[in-house]
């Protein structure tokens, strides 16, 4: 029997192969890249299965994706709530006050250079603390619930958002703000005009950036302290009960979360920045 799973990973992996050397061999199109990664996730999963199946691999190390699927259907109750309390609650609600605290940041550094000598540094110190160290300080100040968890997510993406928007506010060249003086254009004219859309690649790679730390930020602060809901508490939880099947639910809750958060993100980049040579072809 399990001779006849590890021929089935092996069969399974090279349709997996044929498939995507077929479409590799199609014209670009949006359906080609489309379904590439969907064939090559639905082989890895299908072979993810038999190997667990054919090697009796313990649910303890490794549970089968059809045991995790069974584990997230059973849960669907507890996996919405801790993506409530974790995603919308913290992750989300940090995300939005540290992007736009870190928008008028750099907006005020950018008119006032000395703040840029003085500000940048430090952000660059804080930048590179672990996030192990600051969250049990924010837990401590902001107490168990998901203000703690928002205010770790404000602090992780505050200053990758600020440094992306100061460079891009100074991506103009001498002969567009010679332009602009020309038209006897103010400061905010200026900035509204020129500046700010020019920075608008740079202002959307910070906050597509950021939306992978908020997960992250949120999910580890609930290690720290958390009320009885949570995915971060949840995993910890989980694990110290053995419960992977758990464990890898709401790591596909993250996943899938991250993903869409990145996606909504990238859509409005391409919807603002379609002037942009970045965006043309896709």
């Given amino acids: 029997m399990g001779a ?31 379904a590439a990664p969907v064939v090559f ?35 669907s109750d507890i996996l919405w709530q801790d993506f409530v309390q974790t995603v919308i609650k913290g992750a989300l609600t ?15 550094v950018d008119r006032f250079p000395f703040l840029k000598r003085g500000l940048l540094p430090i952000g660059n110190f804080v930048a590179a603390l672990p996030i192990i160290g600051m969250a049990p300080i924010l837990v401590m100040w902001f107490g168990f619930d998901w203000q703690s968890k ?26 567009q703000r010679d332009l602009m003086q020309t038209y006897a254009s103010s400061y905010w004219q200026t900035l509204l005009k020129l500046r700010l859309p020019a920075a608008m690649p740079f202002i959307f790679n910070g906050l597509k950036i950021a939306t992978t730390l908020a997960l992250i930020g949120a999910i580890v602060a609930e290690f720290f302290g958390s009320p009885i809901k949570g995915m971060g508490f949840r995993i910890s939880t989980s694990v110290g009960q053995l419960a992977l099947d758990l464990v890898w639910a709401e790591i596909v809750v993250a996943a899938i979360a991250g993903s ?13 920045t379609f002037w942009h040579p970045s965006q043309r072809g896709r």
């Fill in 4 to 34: 006849a799973w590890v021929i089935g990973a092996i069969f399974a992996w090279l349709v997996g192969w044929w498939i995507n050397v077929r479409l590799a061999r199609m014209p670009a199109s949006r359906g080609a890249a489309f």
């Fill in 41 to 75: 996730g639905i082989t890895l999963l299908i072979i993810w299965e038999c190997v667990v199946r054919g090697f009796d691999i313990s649910p303890v190390l490794l549970p089968a994706p059809s045991v995790i699927v069974a584990r997230f259907a059973a849960s």
């Fill in 94 to 108: 940090g995300y939005l006050i540290g992007c736009g605290a870190a928008l008028l940041t750099a907006v005020a």
């Fill in 150 to 175: 928002a205010a770790v997510v404000v602090v992780m993406v505050f200053f990758p958002m600020l440094v992306n928007t100061v460079q891009g506010l100074q991506d103009t060249t001498a002969m």
């Fill in 260 to 272: 869409v958060f990145y996606g909504s993100v990238a859509l409005c980049e391409r919807a603002v």
